[in-house]
């Protein structure tokens, strides 16, 4: 599943939306679709915000996707581990 979303998140916000809207714009929209149900949540979507930004970025120096899709793939992995530690500690 972190493999997918990572790819899927990557085509639709940098391949598909960022040549379109912009890094800024993209990056708003992904930050959008990281909102959390609560207050607690707001680093959360502040981070998906300068992550989508400085995805919009490495993949308009690159010219591909590809960094973009591994950089997104890593945080979506550490992110999991995090969550699933903290769960297991509890």
């Not at 992550?51 to 996707?65: D, I, P, Q, S, V």
Request: glycine content about 12%.
């Amino acid at each position: 599943a972190t493999q997918a979303s990572s790819i899927g998140e990557e085509l639709l916000f940098r391949g598909a939306l960022m040549p379109w809207i912009g890094v800024w714009w993209q990056a708003a929209a992904f930050a959008a679709l990281h909102v959390g149900p609560k207050k607690r949540f707001l680093p959360w979507t502040v981070s998906a915000f300068v992550l989508g930004a400085a995805f919009g970025e490495l993949a308009m120096r690159t010219g591909n996707l590809g960094g973009a899709i591994a950089a997104h793939f890593l945080i979506n992995f550490l992110n999991l581990r995090f969550i699933v530690g903290s769960q297991t500690a509890d």
